[in-house]
């Protein structure tokens, strides 16, 4: 489930909690549990305020960016994993469920 | 054997009990923040004794309660997030279970974040000889409306469970009982192990063979297997560099090389089991906020829908704007800045003219105009301030950036752009949160076509003038901006950056109503910011482009600002643009309503009134030429020195500037070019 979610958002672009929670088919809390577990691993880095600070002057101030939502992104770790598995690697259905 | 159970109260006492001799060892295990201390005080009271443990400056508590005429002696262990030896923490908590084979372990739990804590169960399950799990803040739980099922997810894990909350003194005493019952063997104990994936499971069992006979005791060796596998630090040295022979390690030593992927794979093989036991015993009711915030969702992050939502969402600003914007600006205009210039005209009346020049025509000419836009851009800010309020910008930023993503720009995320609809510099500031320096620089050239607020106020100012339109007219220029930042954003990521990529995952908030007085807060922030930069650097360019146009022999025509204007008129008559526009284009470099400043001062002349005096000296093709260029310029000079700031590189400033005048100019060129030939 790690690798599929890391390799789900590894092709780029932005992914919302709640998608990626229906494309694997867990709760949004599992989702949550699964990226603390891959920050702690440092695939995944979770931003704090990204624009450091510029909320006071900034004119959207407070905004989707550097809110209060937890806004995770992949490092470079993260990247290097989706890339190397996403052609070829293990194709196997998993078994289970 | 009738002593009583003499379980500690809130009021721990020492007891001396008969003892009949038997001991048992217990270990308190479980994540961080899930109640464990509390258990260990409730259960240990005064007789707590606190050291650290061996070689280490980690805390190590140990205690003693009685049941039953049984002493336990219990040990806290430290809290983990699993067992893997990724800090000190987590290799003491193993070698704990593993060299001092505690008769129970006691696994603490969250009732109310299961998905995490069962990880660890998950990882102690296969080392500990009998696990518990305590289930606790099972209160929380219920607040917060989940339900969890005891019963079922001590069927499931095939361990007992028992719920409780530590906080209230509330199922300590089944949580001893079933202890002491399970450590003499009177409950069956069948935990269900997680499994590891078919795919590796054969590479488990070949490193298992490889090293079997070489595991030390009391190491499981179907555990060292799957730690070797999961590439755990301490067990790889252990077995690398004390345990097999050179020529066992190489060969284990391949095999993991090539199956770099399993760690992550075995940890997935844990959330699965974590996951099943989840489904089976846990259900979270959606919240009627929740379902109301997931039914608004499916159109507004809908990859078509959501899109066009942004796009009636544009176009309702600019409506508005023009409705109700654009007379209050023009009141403005009349009556405040009218009677200020006959007020300044009367009072300056017997001084030198110049002087009532630069005040009458400069400042308030000038400055002055500009301020009158306050109305329009206090539309602007609240629509911005309450979509941000209510949760819809979220929704926006993802919007846009799938789109982006649909486009064909794989791996960039466009996510610091969007704060470039206020302002550009928190936009390149906001790029910092990319991680890869080149897709950094590219977003970074790209961050000054996204259309700020200032922009648009040239927008809102000119489109009345030339087009009855004037609200479509502006979404098609605003329109144009993104697609050309879009195309641009392409060919970059097609040419440049090959294979660079940065993904994000946020949380989009729920919805909710917006509240009134963060709003307000929140426009009159930006209302003031507004007014002092005009009071600055507005005012200092009206003073200066004022100057230049009326020295040195106070005729406009034979200014030093003219002589600047004609050098530029070449590139200006492609554009249908006289001398005077194209000055207006230069001082836009300091902001962008200085352009209103510049127009107003070079074409007024007190007669007729500023609309009057363009629309004359305009066609409509020629203004939407302008309006192209203006729209795809180069950013002012706040934006151009944050732009320095965080590239680092002049070089890359200076390209990206070089780049966007000839996007601009090339696009009010064809502008005027092809509109004048229809």
């Avoid at chain 2, 518990?132 to 005891?150: H, I, K, Q, S, T």
């Avoid at chain 2, 005096?613 to 944050?642: E, G, R, S, W």
Wanted: net charge neutral; with cysteine; aromatic share 6%.
């Amino acid at each position: 489930m790690l690798e599929e979610l890391l390799k789900s958002v590894a092709d780029g672009g932005i992914h919302s909690l709640r998608d990626l929670a229906g494309q694997l088919g867990v709760s949004p809390e599992m989702v949550e549990a699964m990226l603390d577990d891959l920050t702690r691993r440092g695939y995944l880095r979770v931003l704090g305020n990204g624009c450091d600070g510029q909320c006071a002057t900034c004119p959207l101030g407070g905004c989707a960016v550097a809110g209060s939502n937890r806004l995770w992104s992949l490092t470079e770790k993260g990247i290097h994993f989706g890339s190397k598995t996403a052609g070829g690697g293990s194709g196997s259905p998993r078994h289970g469920g | 054997m009738a002593g009583h159970c003499n379980l500690p109260g809130k009021e721990q006492q020492p007891t001396t009990e008969p003892d009949d001799g038997t001991t048992l060892t217990v270990a308190l295990a479980g994540q961080p923040n899930v109640g464990k201390s509390t258990v260990f005080n409730l259960l240990t009271g005064l007789s707590q004794h606190v050291g650290n443990w061996p070689g280490k400056t980690i805390e190590r508590k140990t205690g003693v309660y009685h049941h039953n005429g049984t002493t336990i002696r219990l040990v806290d262990l430290p809290g983990t997030y699993s067992l893997t030896a990724n800090s000190p923490e987590e290799v003491i908590a193993r070698d704990y279970i593993i060299k001092e084979r505690p008769d129970v372990v006691i696994a603490v739990v969250n009732a109310a974040s299961l998905e995490r804590n069962l990880y660890l169960v998950a990882e102690l399950l296969p080392l500990a000889q009998k696990v518990v799990v305590g289930l606790n803040m099972v209160d929380v739980a219920a607040e917060e409306g989940m339900r969890v099922e005891p019963r079922v997810l001590e069927a499931a894990l095939g361990v007992p469970v028992v719920p409780m909350t530590a906080s209230k003194n509330r199922g300590l005493r089944e949580l001893v009982e079933t202890v002491d019952r399970l450590a003499r063997g009177e409950i069956e104990y069948h935990p269900h192990l997680p499994e590891i994936r078919d795919d590796h499971r054969q590479v488990l069992e070949a490193i298992h063979a490889l090293i079997a006979d070489c595991v030390p005791e009391p190491y499981p060796s179907g555990w060292v297997a799957l730690k070797l596998l999961e590439g755990d630090g301490e067990i790889t040295a252990m077995m690398r560099d004390q345990c097999l022979p050179p020529d066992r390690w190489e060969q284990v030593h391949k095999i993991l090389m090539a199956h770099e992927d399993a760690v992550l794979a075995v940890a997935s093989g844990r959330y699965d089991w974590v996951g099943r036991m989840i489904r089976a015993a846990v259900t979270r009711p959606r919240a009627g906020q929740i379902t109301r915030t997931e039914r608004l969702d499916r159109w507004a992050t809908h990859p078509l829908w959501g899109l066009l939502i942004l796009a009636a969402i544009l176009g309702v600003i600019f409506w508005l704007t023009f409705t109700i914007g654009t007379p209050l600006q023009n009141l403005l205009d009349t009556y405040v800045i009218g009677s200020l210039a006959d007020l300044a005209s009367a009072w300056l009346a017997g001084a030198p003219g110049w002087l009532q020049g630069l005040v009458v025509d400069g400042i308030l000419g000038g400055m002055g105009m500009v301020i009158t836009f306050l109305p329009i851009l206090v539309i602007f800010f609240t629509v911005l301030a309450s979509l941000e309020d209510m949760g819809y910008m979220a929704r926006a930023a993802y919007v846009m950036d799938r789109f982006m993503h649909l486009m064909g720009l794989h791996g960039k995320s466009f996510l610091p752009l969007f704060l470039g609809f206020g302002c550009n510099v928190p936009a390149v500031m906001g790029t910092r949160i990319i991680d890869s320096r080149r897709a950094r620089l590219l977003t970074i050239l790209l961050a000054p076509l996204v259309p700020c607020a200032a922009r648009m106020t040239v927008l809102v100012f000119l489109t009345p003038i030339f087009f009855k339109q004037a609200a479509l007219v502006a979404w098609g220029l605003v329109a144009l901006s993104l697609t050309v930042l879009a195309v641009l954003g392409v060919l970059i990521n097609k040419i440049v950056l090959r294979g660079e990529r940065a993904a994000f995952i946020m949380e989009l908030p729920l919805y909710h109503r917006p509240n009134l007085r963060t709003i307000g807060l929140q426009v009159w922030q930006n209302s003031t910011e507004f007014l002092r930069k005009a009071g600055t650097l507005i005012l200092l360019m009206s003073v200066v482009v004022w100057s230049l146009s009326t020295l040195p022999h106070g005729d406009i025509q034979t200014s030093y600002l003219a002589a600047v204007g004609r050098a530029l008129a070449p590139v200006g008559a492609l554009m249908g643009l006289d001398w005077r526009m194209m000055v207006a284009l230069l001082t836009s470099f300091v902001a962008k309503e200085n352009s209103i400043a510049t127009l107003s001062i070079l074409f007024g002349d007190g007669a007729t009134s500023l609309e009057t005096a363009l629309a004359a000296a305009l066609t409509p093709t020629a203004a939407l030429a302008f309006l192209v260029v203006q729209m795809l310029f180069i950013p002012c000079v706040a934006t151009v020195a944050v732009i320095r700031q965080e590239t680092g590189s002049w070089r890359w400033t200076l390209f990206s500037l070089g780049l966007l005048l000839t996007i601009s100019l090339l696009g009010g060129i064809v502008t005027y070019q092809v509109g004048s030939r229809l």
